[in-house]
């Protein structure tokens, strides 16, 4: 159940930062190192529109690191947008309620409640702290799991570079489950965190297509 929820982490910044993306949108480079970090063969499945998903494993922990890369048709600043959009973030993501932040520690660090419903008959909900900034490759959001009843942390980030005229993201995220009834949902919250990259990307392309009057 929990493993729907994890995937998740990071989702949302808030919306003053929105005007930083703009202004910055003038200096961001052209083109960014992320796709070089990947093999010849899963350049190719980026380039062709695939999702490039590797995993990780960790010393002496139960899950491991997945990180997701993926082609987005849309703007570096328009998808770092979608994560400071953190009050519409239940409009694509399935079971999530709200995302409120609770504390801003700086002008870039929300802390961010997430609360989720989950199947049958029960919500929970979890703490994380989101962190933007503007590298010289494009942008990333770091986050790190404050509070939650079922996972011990949670460590992650979401990179966005320009590629050409649309977008790459590197999706990173290492959760370590508490119990071990969740410990043997591995497979599935691999899947769980594909799912939610898929979310991301067609929500960001959908603004993007809105945003630029096409059909």
Known sequence: MIIRVLPLLGLALRQPLTLLLAALAFSAPATGA??????AADRSKL????????TVEKPGATWPEV????KVKATPE???ALFLDYENANSFIDNLKSAVV???????TKDVRYTVKLPVIFTISYLVRNRYEKTPEGYTVHWNLLEA?????A?????????GDITVI???????PATRLVAGLRGHAIKEASNTVDAIVAEAERRHTESAGEP
Do not use: Q, W
């Open 34 to 39: 992320m796709v070089e970090e990947l093999s």
């Open 78 to 80: 328009g998808v770092t």
């Open 67 to 70: 990180r997701i890369y993926r």
């Open 149 to 153: 009843l079922f996972a011990k942390s």
């Open 47 to 54: 380039e062709a529109g695939e999702s490039v998903l590797i």
């Open 170 to 176: 590197c999706y990173t995220n290492h959760v370590e």
């Open 155 to 163: 460590v992650g980030s979401l990179r966005v570079e320009p590629h």
């Open 102 to 108: 609770e504390n801003e520690p700086d002008a870039n």
